[in-house]
């Protein structure tokens, strides 16, 4: 009698798809404004190259989560947090790490467009300038850069040297994101960058995050469901300073593990 051979499995082709790295290892994080506590052990990697979404109703931390990223959050001097985040292994909330260091490194953009009330070419230059770099030759080379990387230049190449305010909303935020990308960073947050656009310079400034996301992280908070599911790689939908859960983005929009997620998504609250 023969006896069939058992298949043999390919570990390779068994194999997942390679995680990527983590730019932030976010471990048991919790964070409290005096005696509030408004983030609970929070515990998620945030993933090199890729667009994480932070979604939940008003109120649920999302922008406390972020701000505590740069520990922007540390400005308000109530502040105090428990847990770690490690950035490229390290803990930022180690003492002696160099939050300077940090903010160069982990650039942010606001929900409303923040101009200096400078030219153009002055809101780009801003950040090298403090950081050094005073050659005009070589500040010509980062503002171009750095504007057709926000995709921007086209709008503004022959006017670099008039008032940022004279700007449209989506062209302002473009420059914000341009000023942020001045200083090369890593990783870019972004606090509901697009709620204060209009639908077409929305469209604008999701087109430009996707294709950032080749060169940097990118950590988005935004109300926009749809935006979430349109732009993001992952979601994390947080609720009342829990996060309640963290995974792809289809997998969460199309089934989540979580009945709160689904209530969430389904528009039963929030
Ligand atoms: N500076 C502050 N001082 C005291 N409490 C604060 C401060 N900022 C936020 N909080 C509280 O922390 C909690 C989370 O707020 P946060 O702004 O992070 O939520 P959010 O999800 O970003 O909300 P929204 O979508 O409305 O912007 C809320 O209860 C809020 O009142």
């Known amino acids: 009698m023969t006896t069939l051979a058992k298949p043999v499995v390919n570990k390779q082709v068994e194999k997942k798809p390679m995680e990527k790295n983590s730019v932030f290892e976010v471990t048991n994080l919790n964070l409290w404004y005096g005696a509030d506590q408004a983030l609970y052990d929070i515990t998620m990697n945030i993933a090199e190259n890729e667009i994480t979404a932070i979604i939940g109703p008003s109120g649920c931390g999302k922008s406390t989560f972020i701000k505590t990223l740069n520990r922007m959050v540390e400005m308000v001097p109530i502040v105090k947090t428990s847990g770690s985040i490690k950035y490229n292994e390290e803990n930022i909330f180690d003492s002696g790490y160099s939050v300077e260091d940090l903010r160069t490194k982990v650039g ?25 770099i005073k050659k005009k030759k070589d500040l010509d080379i980062i503002v171009e850069k750095s504007l057709k990387d926000a995709a921007l230049w086209e709008e503004v190449k022959d006017r670099l040297g008039e008032n940022a305010y004279g700007l449209s909303g989506g062209q302002q935020q473009r420059l914000c994101i341009a000023r942020c990308l001045a200083i090369e960073p890593d990783v870019i ?22 294709n950032l996301r080749e060169k940097y992280s990118i950590v ?6 749809q935006q ?3 732009i993001s790689d992952k979601t994390a939908f947080f609720l009342n300073g ?27 609250f929030g």
């Open 220 to 225: 988005i908070v935004t109300h926009n469901m």
């Open 242 to 268: 829990e996060l309640v859960e963290f995974s792809d983005t289809n997998h969460l929009f199309s089934n989540p593990d979580d009945k709160r997620t689904e209530d969430y998504i389904t528009g039963r």
């Open 189 to 210: 947050l972004m606090d509901e960058p697009t709620s204060a656009l209009d639908p077409i310079s929305t469209l604008k400034v999701e087109e430009l995050v996707q």
């Open 228 to 230: 979430a599911a349109r």
């Open 108 to 132: 942010m953009v606001f929900q409303k467009p923040n101009p200096f009330p400078k030219s153009i070419y002055d809101n780009v230059a801003y950040g090298p300038r403090i950081h050094g």
